[in-house]
T-cell receptor, first 114, second 118 residues
Framework: AQSVTQLDSHVSVSEGTPVLLRCNYS??????LFWYVQHPNKGLQLLLK??????LVKGINGFEAEFKKSETSFHLTKPSAHMSDAAEYFC????????????FGSGTRLQVQP | DAGVIQSPRHEVTEMGQEVTLRCKPI?????LFWYRQTMMRGLELLIY????????DSGMPEDRFSAKMPNASFSTLKIQPSEPRDSAVYFC????????????????FGEGSRLTVL
């Protein structure tokens, strides 16, 4: 079985300050991990993915995430938040074979204050 | 590429009526997924297809829900009869196939169909 836990349902930061969105996963297989972003009234968009290559993964819009197997974590970070980063972020896990459907976390709403 | 196209974007209907949601996946994508999103339950996978064949429909809530994919460029999700608790945003997503993997996990989502059942 696989699961993903997003530790914060809501995160609020000031523009220009760092962003940290936390995600822990559980998987019986070697996982693939993803972060998706959803802006208001839009569909989800892939931000970045980890598929057993480099443990530090860079994505779009300056976001990156680090896969830490010992901690079963895949936290999303950005050095400096921008107003346009305000959105909902989903951590997603899939087993490496891809035969299981993706498992989505419950989401973290990021608010960016001016 | 036009992306995944869903219609209608908004649907308001009365309880008991039939609702049909439509999806056109990205050309060349082998996988198609239907998700439902609500505040209470988050994002739920309803069903997914591989090469037009339903692979896993365990997320379909009840017999009132049905999904078809008659060809590689079109899928429908039907609710009959609809109930107020079906109110949600329904997303369609498609995914390409990479060699060595059944599904890369890179989903391309449509903008969703917002359903309100009164």
């Amino acid at each position: 079985a696989q699961s993903v836990t997003q530790l914060d349902s809501h995160v609020s930061v000031s523009e220009g300050t760092p962003v940290l969105l936390r995600c822990n996963y559980s998987s019986s297989y070697s996982p693939s991990l993803f972060w998706y972003v959803q802006h208001p009234n839009k569909g989800l968009q892939l931000l970045l993915k980890y598929t057993s290559a480099a443990t530090l993964v860079k994505g779009i819009n300056g976001f990156e995430a680090e896969f830490k197997k010992s901690e079963t974590s895949f936290h999303l970070t950005k050095p400096s938040a921008h107003m346009s980063d305000a959105a909902e972020y989903f951590c997603v896990v899939s087993d490496a074979t891809g035969r299981r459907a993706l498992t989505f976390g419950s989401g973290t709403r990021l608010q960016v204050q001016p | 590429d036009a992306g995944v196209i869903q219609s209608p974007r908004h649907e308001v209907t009365e309880m008991g009526q039939e609702v049909t949601l439509r999806c056109k996946p990205i050309s060349g994508h082998d996988y198609l997924f239907w998700y439902r999103q609500t505040m209470m339950r988050g994002l739920e996978l309803l069903i997914y297809f591989n090469n037009n064949v339903p692979i896993d429909d365990s997320g379909m809530p009840e017999d009132r829900f049905s999904a078809k994919m008659p060809n590689a460029s079109f899928s429908t999700l039907k609710i009959q009869p609809s109930e107020p608790r079906d109110s949600a945003v329904y997303f369609c997503a498609s995914s390409p196939r990479r060699s060595g993997y059944a599904n890369t996990g890179e989903l391309f989502f449509g903008e969703g169909s917002r359903l309100t059942v009164l």
